[in-house]
T-cell receptor
Framework: DAGVTQSPTHLIKTRGQHVTLRCSPI?????VSWYQQVLGQGPQFIFQ???????GRGNFPDRFSARQFPNYSSELNVNALLLGDSALYLC??????????????FGEGSRLTVL | AQSVTQLGSHVSVSEGALVLLRCNYS??????LFWYVQYPNQGLQLLLK??????LVKGINGFEAEFKKSETSFHLTKPSAHMSDAAEYFC?????????FGTGTKLQVIP
């Protein structure tokens, strides 16, 4: 079975540009979460989506937005990129939220470099 | 709000020696606790999890962790380190499906 897949794996942008990152969850998983991992730090929670609705938002500016599609895949969008947005962006899926312990299944991540 | 503290951003052990990575948590309700491992340029992989059953939890690759409520700790151990254990390890706490990660501990294994 396929795991969580993310695209693109690497990308380079310049300040002020916009980026869209994509994620496909494990088949049967309805919840998708996004995390930002800056070099040398632990993952920081950005968003959680379940059944196309936002269920949680971390302490990130409005430049960050996301959505979940009917097939449970998800996009993370970041506008007006800053140098500090350079990071590994991790997508994680998890099973039905009601019985969920919080165990996350991660993709390999999208490495964003902002110049 | 819950939080996780990992003591020691870098830990070095000799091959064959005991591995001990420390994690303390803070939570107002009984939490679920996890250890994840991250190899360079990869995502995180679950090592083990505590979900309020047995307090001693066994995971993959010979790792185990013990939940100690009185000490609010969930330290990760492995009796004998292998070169392939070199990676970064993250402790995480989950309360009401909100998952918070620690800052990570990089494990170096010296031959």
């Amino acid at each position: 079975d396929a795991g969580v897949t993310q695209s693109p794996t690497h990308l380079i942008k310049t300040r002020g540009q916009h980026v869209t990152l994509r994620c496909s969850p494990i088949s049967g998983h309805k919840s998708v979460s996004w995390y930002q991992q800056v070099l040398g730090q632990g993952p920081q929670f950005i968003f959680q989506y379940y059944e196309k609705e936002e269920r949680g938002r971390g302490n990130f500016p409005d430049r960050f937005s996301a959505r979940q599609f009917p097939n449970y895949s998800s996009e993370l969008n970041v506008n007006a990129l800053l140098l500090g947005d350079s990071a590994l962006y991790l997508c994680a899926s998890s099973p039905q939220i009601a019985a969920n312990t919080g165990e996350l299944f991660f993709g390999e991540g999208s490495r964003l470099t902002v110049l | 709000a819950q939080s996780v503290t990992q003591l020691g951003s870098h830990v070095s052990v000799s091959e064959g020696a005991l591995v001990l990575l420390r994690c303390n948590y803070s939570s107002s309700v009984p939490p679920y606790l996890f250890w994840y491992v991250q190899y360079p340029n990869q995502g995180l992989q679950l090592l083990l999890k505590y979900t309020s059953a047995a307090t001693l939890v066994k995971g993959i690759n010979g790792f185990e962790a013990e939940f100690k409520k009185s000490e609010t700790s969930f330290h990760l151990t492995k009796p004998s380190a292998h070169m392939s254990d070199a990676a970064e390890y993250f402790c995480a706490v989950s309360v009401y499906q909100k998952v918070t990660f620690g800052t990570g501990t990089k494990l170096q294994v010296i031959p």
